[in-house]
């Protein structure tokens, strides 16, 4: 124990250790051998402030404030203004910042590449500790406890992780998720520091921190908002007692008890605490302290809340204490003043500013004072004096200021109804005093305003604002009706343009009146306006648009358009267009290509000096290198949007794109082809310059140096980078080396503006996280030196400039554009002139009717024989037809003119009703039970967000199967050429038939058995085709005979993997991509739930409207009835419901035409009063007008009820009644009665099944809450195992590209093998069929000689002979067929007999020689010249079998080493996912379980250490026994299987061995049938299916009447033949003696010739002994040598073959040089070749 005590001990960190701030702080990056100095710029000073940041604000003393502005810490004396900064270390920016409770310590947690926590020392800024490895991307919260011993942190998505850190020791302490939610932020409680609070999106979580032997554990609850309306929570109070009261972003608070909402706390009436969102954030004196979004502090009696016991869940009650800041104010976060018993607070402003509040609540407070004022929105636009150290700048909080960061202070600044979205200081040229300014707004509107120094006026205007400066309106015109996004003056200060998001660029005359030029359209949004230098000879406009399109303009002339025309638009102005084409995948793809020729030619140059042995292995190396697929090339859609550019020559541009083509600058110019449409034309830059990391990180601005040596460029990562040029170098070639550094924030600080001072000693940067900073290019004492009697000159007022009246101003968005008003003028003139053409037609037709009446009158006073008819006195009927005619056509003109503003409007409505009311998703409906307390809220669903699902590449997939197809098509086309050319070859090497007269003429009976035979030949040859198909289908079919079935080796396969496991299941490969979609699978299961619980809801609500209307009818007949009852009678009717606020939100929304009047009427009188406050004004207008619907509502109620009373009245004074009315007012009574019993029973029951329901469904959300817990507690489990999983995917990604990769090259072997091998069976079966065919010409030439024929040597000759065969050539004329028997190079076969050559008659083989049929011998030509074509097409077969021999030999080696390749990577997959899933096991999974569900019982009891049970499925372990049983079933069946199997092989093998032998039978029983019918083995298929042959039958026919003339002179011969045998017997006779006599002399002639031999022999060998034993003594020595030399090789080889075993490589000893080959001796041992032996042993 005392050594484990010393051991820690000694691991305790130094209390007084501290680090160096310059070896932590991130440092500018500069390129490596550069002369570039480190401190090129110098930080001045930072006139912005990111308010809209979260707790942006704390206080280190009673003077200094701290806040975060991009890369920076600043430091801020309240007092003095003075600045001082901290850079972040990491250079990836700071996330939050949290003060320790002594004040003498800070912690500063950033954002970057894992991030670090770095604790600093107050004041003396060191930094003390450093927390590292506590997340991966950046930090959203920190707090210390308030003990000061630890500190909590909470990391962004999407891990959320709470750490726990015991950061004086840099320690880790716990960590563990807090939620799936964004976390907004994380504390400390002040009175029980084991407990922690974190809040956020939707949610609120209480941790507890307890203490194990394992040490300090973090248990976190899950808040539940039960029926209240979930929300998200900024701020919260932890209270004494462990509860805590938190706000929400409706307005009210919320108590929390435990994990639950105990009471939700409102302002009396209804009312909200706040308007928009509200945070507590003190409790102090019985008084809770809360802010809002409203710009008001309210206290709160504390013991009221605490001490609310109402069963309503809802408090009401009214503030104690109020103050309000001010209007237009949004306070986010406050801190105390570190002074004891002060009141004083500093409250930060999302409005951009930070106050002074005094929270005393007494007579003598201070009112709230506002220290600081900054912009408020995105700097959108900035720009720099020409003439003096002054800074402008607009913002979206509708403002501009003015700056002297020479003297960092605001001068001045100005407000306006909507926000600014650029800013251009005007040139000298426009204003000489350099005071004139022009910013554009969001409603189009353009202004320009004047700087002058008040106090140079000649009158007292009243006190000077301070700054000594004022900022004044000069003129206000719209000449656009978008955002106006960029102004420039023209290079001579002429001419104004102006552009904006409306795709139009407006011009206008320089002047005191700014009159207007005109405009042109653009082809997209204008990103930027540039005018041609000096240094270009025309003066021309470059307009740059966001989306990709460049439109160069002439400057127009304003003198050619002073004319009065209907239009401002200038369609005659020449410009030209360019289109920006992505070429950075075509870039790629060079850069590849380069590097893979630079590649090849590195190994070119290493095989050069390998062995012999090891270059084939390279060869194929790079076959593989070449074979792998090139970037593709890709466009993308929709295009890169263009973030700047500028001019570079005359026609020529530099571009920055963003998005995909981000990471180059590039350089183009406009075509010479300008006649496309400009969103049709695609232009490719033809030239670009790479950016070096910039690939995710574009160019967003770019402004030169005034010397334009330095280029200045922001950065959309918020850096700035700084490049030194060369003078005059437009192409930016020395754009090389660079100066880069982090100011803005990293994540959403684009800097978007970047402007150097006009003397280049300052640099200013404005982004959008809301910061400006100026820095100086000299160190601040140089810069002091420089400067010191300079001053920023604030310029003079133009004379007589207090005599001027205001300038007028555009207040109205709603306003016209210059070209919008003048179009309505020259409407509103037609209309005028189309008044007058009416009045006049109307006049026309006044005159016209009373002359027709004054005809009518006349016709009347006419005779009636005389008088015209009615009819008559009508006009056409087709005048009327006519005219409706013309009607209904201007009426679908105008249905055609008015369709797409129809559809438009009818999109728009069904948004706004899918939006507002339609949605469950975002009203929060609560229904209420109407005779008990329950209620059902549904559930505060987001939006969902769409899960985008990352597409994956299939160009492996499409790559194979293109080599497929590939492949198939080289296959057909071999196939078709090889068919091709045996086509031809068949048409010129077979003899085509001679068509011979018929000779005889056939007999009836013979056609007729012509025709049968030709019928049953074509019968037989179907079948036979049908019975090859059915055997090579069967063939096909057939199994190898090794081959295992497929089920059962997979079976085999997975038994021996889970051998010896109890319980494995098969498993897909895990992922975190699959992890992931498990999630979202998870989530959207959930959502669905909850979605349905919504609609059940909702139905419950629909009835519950319903039954209100039909309670209140049924109200109304049960008032019917009781008015005609006495009051004694009458039973109370039961409290009618009502529809709560919160049971129908979307009722909020429906308002009539009467309410809409009111709101009229109220905010004209608001702004008749003068109160023009847009937000605060607008909210207490709604809330007046409710009050108003409200009391109306109420007095409407109270007239109705007294309408009842003076009803009920007049009822209870009727007069006395008579007997009989008595008797009858009695029957009615009981009828009544009984009418008003039901009617009561009704209501009741409907009222009772309604609560039932609810209660009913109340009950189902719970068990969907309980649910829904489940489910979250596994969305946790999966989010660790998806931690878990990312470690993994780097190394299992490489690999798992590496196996598709050696699958898809096994595949492509594979293919390309088996495409081989069919290739080359086919090649040799062409080649079997070429052999069959030489033979079968051969066969034919020796049946067309004959027997006993006198030339058949010589024929044989000239058959035989080897020739040049030439081919048929084409040529001009005539086609002639040559053959080359004159060549000089003939050749005669081998086989023939060389002693003919001795003969002393010679043959010329060209000439047909006498005697010998000249038919015959232009047969043999011809037959030989088929079979040198033959034999011509046989060696050219032979020679493409070798060639795929050698090619199928290749491609078996790299199958082999593919195949070993992929099984290494394989089993490297295997182990990372053997460890990948027992990471996962060792994860801690959380499983409620009750006390029955655990059986795990030691000595009758539970132990209190549970770690070593295991949780199981009460059903998985039933199925676990029953599996037992069932797998002894299964091996008593499998081993009966076995032996029926084994049974069954050994009858099959039997069978198959007597089917073979009865098949060879049957073959021998066929064959001898055949020879027995046929003489020979005949083609049974080609005999069936012979038909008849009519040549058969002529020849038949003809053979029958040759045979009768034949008969006839064979007799004569025979006579003939008798008499010549009788003499040849005399003759045989004779020459037989004379044989015999011959035969005797070859004897004795034979016996001599063996004498004289053996006498030969015995001297010979005499004569070779002496000599063999000479010529052994000579070679004794020289064998001795020759073997000693190969002992000595064999040695050397063997050391090389040890050496390359160990070193893998072909690499030769340092101390042996390579050996040179053996030669061969001459000795009769040559039959050992050392020199061949060695090699091959080498290459083994």
Known sequence: MQQEFDDKAKKQLPTDMYYKYEDLHSRPFITPDSEIPVNLLHLSHSFGYDSGRRGNLKLLDEKTLIFIAGNLLVLLDISTKEQRFLRSCSGGGIGAIAMHPTKKYFAVAEKGNKPSIIVYEYPSLRPYRVLRDGTEQKYVSVDFSYDGNLLASVDSAPEYLLTLWDWRQEEVMQTCKAISKEVYRVSFSPYNPELLTTSGLGHIRFWKITTTFTGLKLQGVSCNFESTVETDIEGYVELPDGKVISGTERGNLLLWDGNTVTVEISRTEEQTCHVGT???????????????????????????????????????????????????????????????????????????????????????ASDPERLFSFHAGEIKGLDVSKKSHLMATTSMDCTVRVFDFLAKRELSSIHFNQGGTTLCWAPSLVNQSGGLLVAGFEDGVVRLLELYNPQSLHVDTGPSPEGNANLCLKKAFKPHNAPVTAVAYERNGEILATGSSDCTVFFFTVGETYKPIGFIQVPGPVQALEWSPHSHPENRLLILCQSGHVVEVQSPDPEAHEKPVKTFQLPDLPSRSFRFKSIKSQIKRDEEIARREVLKEKKRKERENQPEELKLLGGEQEEEDQEKELPPIHIPDPPSPLCCGFYAEPGQFWLSMGGFDSGFLYHCKFSENQDEDPNQRQDEPFDFLPVSESDDDPICSMTFSSNRQLLLCGMNSGSIRVYPLQPG???????????????????????????????????????????????????????????????????????????????????????????????????????????????????????????????????????????????????????????????????????????????????????????????????????????????????????????????????????????????????????????????????????????????????????????????????????????????????????????????????????????????????????????????????????????????????????????????????????????????????????????????????????????????????????????????????????????????????????????????????????????????????????????????????????????????????????????????????????????????????????????????????????????????????????????????????????????????????????????????????????????????????????????????????????????????????????????????????????????????????????????????????????????????????????????????????????????????????????LHKRIEELEEEKLIQKDLTRQTHKQHIRLIQENKDMAAKIQKMELQCDELMMNKFGKLVDLDALQTQSGNRRLEELRMEKLLIEKANAKEIKQWDAKIKEAQDALMEVTRRNTELLRRMTDLYDQEGELKLKLNDRQKKMGRQQSHSHRRRMDQEEIPKLQKLVKRQSQNIEALKREICLLSYQGGHVLPPSHRRLPPITRLPTPMSDIDVGKENPSKLTQ
């Not at 006195?873 to 201007?890: C, G, I, V």
């Not at 030439?1341 to 081919?1367: C, D, M, P, W, Y």
Request: hydrophobic share 35%; glycine share 2%; with cysteine.
């Open 278 to 364: 509200v945070q507590p954030f003190s409790l102090e004196d019985g008084q809770l302290r809360t802010f809002g979004s409203d710009g008001v502090v309210l206290g709160w009696d504390f013991e009221r809340i605490n001490t609310t016991n109402s069963d309503s869940r809802r408090f009401e009650m009214d503030p104690i204490n109020k103050l309000v800041v001010g209007h237009n104010v949004c306070l986010s976060s406050v801190v105390r003043s570190s002074l004891p018993d002060s009141f004083i607070w500093f409250a930060q402003d999302s409005k951009g500013a930070i106050w002074k509040l005094d929270l005393s609540f007494t007579n003598t």
């Open 729 to 1519: 170098d437009h192409r930016l070639t020395s754009m090389q080396a660079y100066w880069a550094l982090s100011v803005h924030d990293n994540h959403y600080g684009h800097l978007r503006h970047i402007r150097c001072s006009y003397d280049d000693l300052f640099v200013l940067t404005a982004g959008d996280d809301r910061n400006i900073f100026t820095f100086s290019l000299l160190p601040p004492e140089e810069l002091q030196k420089s400067l010191q009697r300079k001053r920023a000159k604030i310029p003079s007022p133009r004379g007589a400039l207090e005599k001027e009246a205001l300038a007028v101003d555009i207040v109205d968005p709603a306003a016209y554009s210059i070209e919008t008003a003048k179009q309505k003028l020259e409407n509103d003139h037609l209309h005028q002139e189309a008044e007058l053409k009416i009045m006049e037609t109307q006049k026309q037709l006044a005159e016209l009717q009373k002359t027709f009446l004054e005809v009518l009158k006349v016709n009347q006073s006419l005779p009636e024989h005389v008088r015209l008819k009615p009819e008559e006195l009508q006009l056409d009927r087709r005048f009327y037809e006519n005219a409706e005619k013309l009607k209904a056509q201007k009426v679908m003109e105008v249905r055609r003119e008015m369709a797409w503003e129809q559809e438009r409007s009818t999109i728009a409505l069904r948004k706004l009703q899918e939006w507002f009311k339609d949605s469950l998703e975002i009203n929060i409906i609560t229904v209420v039970a109407i005779h008990s307390n329950h209620k059902i809220s549904t559930y505060h669903l987001p939006p969902s967000a769409k899960s985008h699902t990352r597409v994956r590449p299939q160009s492996t997939a499409r790559q194979s199967d293109g080599d497929k197809e590939a492949a198939l098509e080289s296959k057909k086309t071999r196939e078709e050429s090889a068919k091709d050319s045996y086509k031809t070859v068949e048409d010129e090497v077979l003899p085509s038939p001679v068509v011979r007269p018929r000779m005889v003429k056939l007999g009836y009976r013979q056609e007729e058995r012509l025709q049968k035979v030709s019928k049953k030949a074509d019968e037989a040859r179907a079948k036979i085709e049908r019975r090859k198909k059915e055997w090579a289908q069967i063939y096909a079919e057939k199994p190898d005979k090794d081959q295992e079935d497929p089920e059962d080796v997979q079976a085999i396969h997975e038994a021996r993997q889970n051998i010896g496991d109890v319980f494995k299941e098969k498993k897909l490969k895990v992922n975190a991509e699959r992890k992931k979609e498990e999630r979202t699978a998870l989530e959207e299961k959930m959502h669905e739930k909850q979605i349905e619980m919504n609609g059940w809801i909702v139905a419950l609500r629909d009835s519950k409207v319903q039954l209100v209307s039909w309670l209140a009818a049924q109200a109304k007949q049960l008032q019917k009835v009781q008015q005609r009852l006495a009051a004694h009678l009458r039973h109370p009717p039961p409290s009618l419901p009502t529809m709560l606020r919160e049971e129908t939100p979307e009722k909020r929304l429906q308002c009539s035409r009467a309410t809409l009047e009111r709101y009229r009427i109220l905010r004209e009188q608001r702004f008749m009063n003068g109160d023009k406050e847009e937000q605060a004004g607008v909210v207490s207008l709604l809330e007046q007008l409710e009050k108003e619907m409200e009391a109306e509502e109420k007095k409407k109620k109270e007239a109705v009820l007294s309408v009842k009373r003076e009803g009920e009245a007049g009822v209870e004074k009727e007069a006395e009644l008579s007997k009989l009315e008595k008797e009858l007012q009695k029957e009615e009574e009981i009828l009544l009665l009984q009418e008003q019993d039901c009617l009561l029973e009704q209501m009741k029951s409907s009222i009772s099944q309604f609560d039932a329901a609810l209660s009913s469904l109340h009950s189902q959300k719970l068990c969907l809450d309980r649910q829904l817990k489940m489910a979250d507690l596994r969305l946790v489990t999966l989010s660790q195992e998806i931690l878990l999983l990312k470690q993994f995917e780097t190394r299992e990604g490489l690999l798992e590209e590496k196996l598709c990769g050696c699958i898809q090259e096994e595949k492509n072997i594979a293919s390309k093998l088996e495409q081989c091998n069919k290739e080359l069976e086919q090649k040799k079966r062409e080649i079997a069929k070429l052999q069959e065919r030489v033979k079968a010409l051969t066969a034919a030439f020796q049946a067309s000689l004959g027997e006993h024929n006198h030339f058949e040597e010589f024929l044989t000759r000239v058959f035989k002979k080897k020739i040049k065969h030439i081919k048929q050539k084409e040529q001009t004329g005539s086609d002639e067929e040559t053959d080359s028997d004159e060549d000089s190079d003939d050749d005669w076969d081998d086989n023939y007999d060389s002693s003919t050559e001795e003969e002393d008659v010679v043959l010329d083989d060209s000439v047909c020689p006498a005697g010998c049929e000249p038919e015959l011998f232009e047969n043999t030509l011809q037959l030989r010249k088929r079979r040198l074509e033959l034999e011509e097409l046989l060696a050219e077969e032979k020679k493409s079998a070798e060639a795929l021999n050698k090619e199928s030999d290749t491609l078996m080696k790299k199958e082999k080493m593919v195949k070993k390749s992929r099984q290494v990577v394989e089993n490297d997959l295997e182990l990372i996912n053997k460890e990948k899933q027992q990471k996962i096991d060792e994860l801690d999974v959380v499983i409620p379980l009750r006390l029955d569900q655990i059986e795990f019982v030691v000595d009758g009891s539970v132990p209190s250490d549970l770690s070593q049970a295991l949780v199981l499925d009460e059903t998985e372990q039933q199925r």
